[in-house]
């Protein structure tokens, strides 16, 4: 059983900032990738910004300059630093991770976190 936990999500004014965590826990053998997806009201859910295990990052169009993904390996966690927040960015942020279980040490599975409510509003 894996469990992913965010956490850091809130109300912010426009041009803020918040930090998100996120925390993988369980029965873990390696973890592949790690990102961060959002969905906004009435939206379909999107990709903000994915890394690897090695390190490699890609981002959004929209949060390019803005956002900055980072992981601890060590720890199982990845976190998104969001700077100069925008109304735009408003929406339910969902970690996500690629892992493979010590039950399936050759197969990797996407797991979701149940998200974190990110509010940009003055």
């Known amino acids: 059983q894996v469990q992913l936990v965010e956490s850091g999500g809130g109300l912010v004014q426009p041009g803020g900032f918040l930090r998100l965590s996120c925390a993988a826990s369980?029965?873990?053998?390696?973890?592949?990738?790690m990102g961060w997806y959002r969905q906004a009201p009435g939206k379909q859910r999107e990709l903000v910004a994915r890394?690897?295990?090695?390190?490699?990052?890609n981002y959004a169009d929209s949060v390019k300059g803005r956002f900055t993904i980072s992981r601890d390996n060590a720890k199982n966690t990845v976190s998104l630093q969001m700077n100069s927040l925008k109304p735009e960015d408003t929406g339910v942020y969902y970690c996500?991770?690629?892992?493979?279980?010590?039950?399936?040490?050759?197969?990797?599975?996407?797991?979701w976190g149940k998200g974190t409510l990110v509010t940009v509003s003055s």
């Open positions: 996500n991770a690629g892992i493979a279980t010590m039950q399936s040490m050759h197969y990797s599975m996407d797991y």
């Open positions: 369980g029965s873990i053998f390696s973890i592949y990738r």
């Open positions: 890394i690897t295990n090695g390190g490699s990052t």
